[in-house]
């Protein structure tokens, strides 16, 4: 027994001498852990502590820089997923913004947030085309808010603004003819703001079509006053219609015609009823209502007598009051409604040649407004279309690193101002390809497409291939 307690003694001394308490302490604490491990490693309700990642501490935050992605690679993912702008805070055009803050000169950024820029300009413009001017005016903001020298989206945003300002007078001045304000009073008539539209948009036909309309009813007016024995009245208006339009072509025939109006309406067995059509023509009931309208009274009076003078030219002044409507229901976007009038001013003996020009251009709106929702009824290849500029897409990086070439095909409107709106891939070898091959045919302009000399949106598309250079 002695001699086996010395040597374990010994034993220990031997072990404190080798390793030192320190070492015999953690020794001891290892076979403690296990120990407890073992009682209790059946019972699941026990939560051991995970181990402090203090303790394992190996270059963890080396690790998570080397693997996240910088901005500029968000921006291109971002891109290829078509989140060019939204979500607000991981889109495209955000992670760009980012990365040309964090590299001022770092030229992928710049030439990626200028993609960006240009897919957003393109998508105003197809806005633009549709008349939606909420969508056109976000978008060039956006370009606005990263890039405020853009030149593109400065001229981009007054055209904008001037074409919204444009349609809101057209619609007041609709309005304001309905509302028979053709010249008073002031400041709030059709005449005053057909003169802003021009001073906004020169060119612009509506307003020059309305000036038009304004003279015509007016001078038709002066007939119907003179027609009355209202010689005053009639002067009266022939003296506004000078002020505004002195070559207006009929001015001079209505001065003459109002000479003789007393004399045209002596016939008495006719007298009454060409009295009360001429009412029903000054109050503007050309059609309507039913039985007391000019274009009624006035036929009635030609059923009587078919040789009267008076009726003929009667219904002369129905037909131009009803075309004059017709233009301004049409520049009101009003389609129906000037199809309704033409078909009434036809019943009053409009000439053939003024309906059929009628006609076409309710055929030419109705024509925009069906390709403003997507209607294109004239598609052609591109050999049929001049183009003024192009853009050869770039070859994307990513399928120049992984040695991938093709192409993509796309769709496109070219609208009547020569520019492409509503691009898509149709078909395409890869994916890759897909955002340079929209980039591009985004920027290509062309000559307006004419048919029967009027501008018009057609359809067409052409296929990009991808070689590497």
Request: net charge negative; no cysteine.
């Amino acid at each position: 027994m002695d001699s086996t307690l010395s040597s374990s003694t010994a034993n220990d001394s031997s072990l404190i001498d080798s390793f030192g308490i320190a070492s015999l302490i953690v020794v001891l604490g290892v076979s403690l852990s296990w120990f407890v491990l073992k009682m209790y490693s059946s019972s699941a309700s026990i939560a051991l502590p995970s181990i402090p990642m203090l303790a394992l501490d190996v270059g963890t935050s080396t690790v998570s820089e080397e693997t996240e992605m910088s901005a500029l690679q968000r921006a291109e993912l971002a891109f290829a997923a078509g989140n060019i702008a939204e979500p607000e805070q991981s889109s495209a055009l955000y992670y760009y913004q980012q990365a040309v803050v964090a590299e001022p000169e770092n030229a992928d950024a710049i030439e990626g947030l200028n993609r960006v820029a240009s897919h957003l300009l393109s998508t105003a413009e197809s806005s633009v085309f549709r008349n939606d001017w909420s969508d056109a005016r976000a978008y060039t903001s956006l370009v606005l808010e990263a890039l405020p020298d853009n030149e593109q989206a400065q001229g981009l945003l007054e055209r904008i603004e001037r074409y919204q300002r444009v349609e809101s007078l057209i619609s007041l001045a609709a309005r304001q003819v309905s509302a028979s304000r053709l010249t008073t009073p002031k400041g709030d008539n059709a005449l005053a703001t057909y003169r802003r539209i021009l001073s906004l948009d020169p060119k612009n036909e509506a307003a020059t079509q309305g000036i038009r309309s304004i003279a015509q009813r007016l001078l038709a007016g002066a007939q119907t006053a003179a027609f009355a024995g209202d010689t005053d009245r009639a002067n009266a208006l022939v003296a506004k219609v000078k002020a505004f339009a002195p070559n207006f072509q009929g001015v001079q025939e209505t001065e003459q015609l109002s000479k003789q109006w007393n004399r045209i309406s002596s016939d008495q067995s006719t007298r009454g009823e060409l009295l009360a059509a001429a009412k029903a023509l000054r109050e503007d009931k050309l059609v309507a209502p039913k039985g007391d309208n000019a274009l009624e009274l006035f036929r009635g009076v030609l059923a009587k007598d078919p040789s009267s003078e008076a009726a003929t030219r009667g219904l002369d002044l129905v037909a131009q009051e009803l075309i004059s409507r017709a233009w301004t229901q049409l520049r009101g976007q009003d389609l129906s409604g000037a199809t309704q009038a033409v078909a009434d001013a036809k019943l009053a003996g409009a000439q053939t040649s003024t309906l059929a020009e009628l006609t076409a251009e309710i055929d030419y709106q109705n024509r925009l407004a069906n390709a403003r929702l997507g209607r294109i009824d004239l598609q052609l290849p591109l050999s049929k279309l001049t183009t003024v500029s192009k853009i050869s897409p770039d070859f994307p990086k990513r399928a120049a690193t992984k040695g991938i070439t093709g192409w993509a095909s796309v769709e496109f409107t070219v609208s009547p101002a020569g520019e492409v709106v509503d691009a898509k891939i149709s078909e395409s070898s890869n994916y890759l390809f897909d955002r340079a091959a929209l980039s591009a045919i985004k920027r290509w302009r062309f000559e307006p497409y004419l048919q029967d000399g009027r501008a018009v949106p057609v359809k067409s598309g052409l296929r990009f291939s991808f070689e590497p250079s």
